[in-house]
């Protein structure tokens, strides 16, 4: 339902903006990406123009926010890859892989 998908939104939003606070306050342990793309979809107005690089976080004490049909109750830790800088300038992306959901 809508109210559902707000809270989840705006739980990843959270989320990204504490990766994004640590990848800025550690300032190094950036990694290139490697985003192959197959010919057949690769155009010049669409793909991204510049190389990216992201970080490689564990956030700590992640509570609250939908996991699956449950709330998480108690502080975890989430994995996630984080561009402090993705395409455009102030454009960021969290990638959230390889956690139990």
Do not use: W
Not at 31 to 54: C, F, G, K, M, W
Request: contains cysteine.
């Amino acid at each position: 339902d809508a109210q559902q998908h707000d809270m989840l939104a705006k739980h990843c939003m959270q989320l990204g903006a504490r990766a994004d606070a640590l990848c800025r306050a550690a300032g190094t342990g950036h990694r290139q990406a490697d985003i192959p793309q197959p010919q057949h979809v690769q155009s010049a107005r669409h793909n991204l123009s510049s190389t990216e690089s992201y970080v490689p976080l564990v956030l700590e004490n992640v509570t609250g926010g939908p996991v699956g049909n449950d709330a998480r109750s108690s502080g975890g830790s989430v994995k996630c890859e984080h561009f402090t800088k993705y395409g455009e300038e102030g454009h960021s992306l969290t990638y959230f892989r390889g956690n139990e959901h």
